[in-house]
């Protein structure tokens, strides 16, 4: 599933009958915390107070009342965001700290 320089080269991002979905979530997972690890908060005005958004992954962003729950927002909504693309066949998926998720052709 994952190379040596942390490729994740999933079939197909949504089958689970090989065990192969538990890892592609892991991976995603880790794709997800290190992207969010590069965030930017920053206020709003808006009732949840502030945003939290990481450059280069457009359509993806976390809201809290606090650094922290914006930041976990984010994370959440990372996951998602890298599952709808690898199951899209997107290409655009930004590498994270040595992890890049792309789908297998």
Avoid: C, Y
């Avoid at 979905?21 to 915390?33: F, M, Q, S, T, Y």
Wanted: glycine share 10%.
């Amino acid at each position: 599933m994952a190379s040596t320089t942390g490729a994740a080269r999933p079939q197909s991002p949504a089958d689970t009958s090989n065990g192969s979905g538990a890892v592609l979530e892991k991976l995603i997972e880790r794709w997800a915390v290190a992207a969010a690890s590069h965030a930017k908060v920053r206020a709003i005005n808006d009732p949840e107070g502030l945003v939290a958004t990481v450059v280069g992954i457009d359509g993806a962003w976390g809201f809290g009342s606090s650094s922290e729950e914006a930041l976990e927002d984010l994370q959440s909504v990372l996951i998602d965001w890298a599952t709808l693309k690898l199951e899209d066949g997107d290409e655009d998926i930004p590498g994270m700290e040595g992890l890049h998720l792309v789908v297998a052709r």
